[in-house]
């Protein structure tokens, strides 16, 4: 059995492949994963599976399993039993392996930062990141959402005259927010905006890193409001794989199963 963990700001996203199958898939908040089922031994966090409700691994010395790990902070959190891979190509690996696609534009939208992935003959051709900024991930949506009183669901309908919103920062963009409430504008308006602004933050990496189609994973590839605009401002097929959000743990196994091969 292969387990990819993925090991992000907001969730830690856990998959379970065996035979080529995802099997199971997990996700937990990420402060809790880490204050309540992980400890360190020297430089290595030891997961406690069995706490977590998860299937034990056969990790020691001639082990069936394989355990693989991605994501943010993967530089300074290394699990033991596992390896670990950058998270680019492990998001390049589960849009593969979800699409069946060789050429194609990623762009996998996380709680805190984004990334842009041009995928060629199934391989990793170039790509960008932000990092820097929340203005153009999970996290300003969310705090939009607050801001407007409505859920990320409700949020994510919203796409019809869209109020022009210019804050480049998340934080000012919720005082930006205030003042255009206090305008009178309405929610569904303002929504969109808050849908077109995270648009306007992607498009010059996607525009640079362009292709006819463009695979949209991470939690904020749930918006169906944002899926829209991108296929009808860019022109382009929009596809959302089925599991979005485990797109990079699904690559960590991918790559244990490469692995496993040889």
Not at 25 to 54: A, C, P, W
Not at 105 to 110: I, N, P, Y
Not at 151 to 161: I, M, P, Y
Request: charged letters at 20%; proline letters at 3%; aromatic letters at 8%.
């Amino acid at each position: 059995m292969y387990c990819g963990i993925d090991l992000g700001s907001r969730q830690v996203k856990i998959v379970f492949f065996r035979q080529g199958k995802i099997v199971d898939k997990y996700e937990f908040d990420t402060v809790e994963f880490y204050k309540k089922h992980g400890h360190k031994e020297g430089d290595r966090l030891v997961v406690d599976f069995s706490g977590l409700g998860l299937p034990a691994l056969d990790l020691g010395s001639g082990g069936r399993d394989m355990l693989v790990t991605t994501g943010y902070g993967r530089n300074t959190i290394r699990i033991k039993g596992g390896e670990e891979i950058p998270e680019i190509k492990a998001h390049a690996l589960g849009a593969v392996w979800q699409t069946g696609l060789e050429n194609f534009t990623l762009l996998d939208l996380g709680g805190q930062d984004t990334k842009v992935v041009l995928v060629r003959n199934g391989k990793l051709a170039d790509f960008q990141t932000n990092d820097k900024c929340a203005a153009g991930s999970g996290r300003y949506l969310e705090n939009m959402a607050a801001v407007l009183g409505i859920s990320l669901g409700e949020l994510s309908t919203f796409r019809d005259r869209p109020v022009d919103l210019t804050a480049t920062c998340a934080i000012f963009g919720e005082s930006e927010m205030v003042g255009k409430i206090i305008e009178g504008h309405p929610v569904e308006e303002l929504g969109a905006g808050v849908n077109y602004t995270i648009y306007k933050r992607i498009k010059p990496m996607l525009l640079q890193l362009a292709s006819p189609l463009l695979v949209f994973t991470g939690g904020v590839a749930y918006n169906k409001a944002l899926q829209e605009i991108l296929g009808t401002e860019l022109g382009l097929e929009v596809i959302v794989p089925e599991y979005p959000q485990h797109n990079g743990a699904i690559g960590c196994c991918v790559h244990a199963g490469l692995v496993g091969k040889h």
